[in-house]
T-cell receptor, first 113, second 112 residues
Framework: DTAVSQTPKYLVTQMGNDKSIKCEQN?????MYWYKQDSKKFLKIMFS???????INETVPNRFSPKSPDKAHLNLHINSLELGDSAVYFC????????????FGPGTRLLVL | AQSVTQLGSHVSVSEGALVLLRCNYS??????LFWYVQYPNQGLQLLLK??????LVKGINGFEAEFKKSETSFHLTKPSAHMSDAAEYFC??????????FGTGTSLTVIP
């Protein structure tokens, strides 16, 4: 069974559209994350979230918003997509925020045209 | 605040040669340190981690790393490179419990 799964794997869309990426983890972890990896492979954390606290990287535009229907899911909504949003987005989870090993999903490759 | 610096964005080694990927960290408190590997078109996978126990940490696929507090380093090594080791490697640090900080990554090429 896949520990952390993401859908879709690929997403191609037009500028200005709104899209969502879904993430599910079956590890029973309390904390989930979203990362953005740019074309140079640089990883930037966007959000970390558990049932108590959402921590937002202040550099993330407010067009991006995480939504968690339950502890096992953390979806990423993106409004008014821009060309610069093209990247690979990774979801991850850990038992405890920060100190424990993070388990990553396979990534969603977003291309904005 | 914590941070990591990976020296060398690209490293090439011959098959069978020693692999050495460098990572230096900055942390005001005792850190947890991690090495992750990313194979092409895949997510990140944990290679090994240091959590203040033994300073020499052994991971998967024959990799190991040594925590050296005096040098603030956590370099990743493997005695003999294999073609399947070609990937992107990321060092990461966590200390406060709030966030991971990843390095900029090192791309390893293995030459046959």
């Amino acid at each position: 069974d896949t520990a952390v799964s993401q859908t879709p794997k690929y997403l191609v869309t037009q500028m200005g559209n709104d899209k969502s990426i879904k993430c599910e983890q079956n590890l029973g972890h309390d904390t989930m994350y979203w990362y953005k990896q740019d074309s140079k492979k640089f990883l930037k954390i966007m959000f970390s979230y558990n049932n108590k606290e959402l921590i937002i990287n202040e550099t993330v535009p407010n067009r991006f918003s995480p939504k968690s229907p339950d502890k096992a899911h953390l979806n990423l909504h993106i409004n008014s997509l821009e060309l610069g949003d093209s990247a690979v987005y990774f979801c991850a989870s850990s038992q405890v925020r920060g100190l424990e090993t993070q388990y990553f999903g396979p990534g969603t490759r977003l291309l904005v045209l | 605040a914590q941070s990591v610096t990976q020296l060398g964005s690209h490293v090439s080694v011959s098959e069978g040669a020693l692999v050495l990927l460098r990572c230096n960290y900055s942390s005001s408190v005792p850190p947890y340190l991690f090495w992750y590997v990313q194979y092409p078109n895949q997510g990140l996978q944990l290679l090994l981690k240091y959590t203040s126990a033994a300073t020499l940490v052994k991971g998967i696929n024959g990799f190991e790393a040594e925590f050296k507090k005096s040098e603030t380093s956590f370099h990743l090594t493997k005695p003999s490179a294999h073609m399947s080791d070609a990937a992107e490697y990321f060092c990461a640090v966590s200390a406060t419990g709030n966030q991971f900080y990843f390095g900029t990554g090192t791309s390893l090429t293995v030459i046959p």
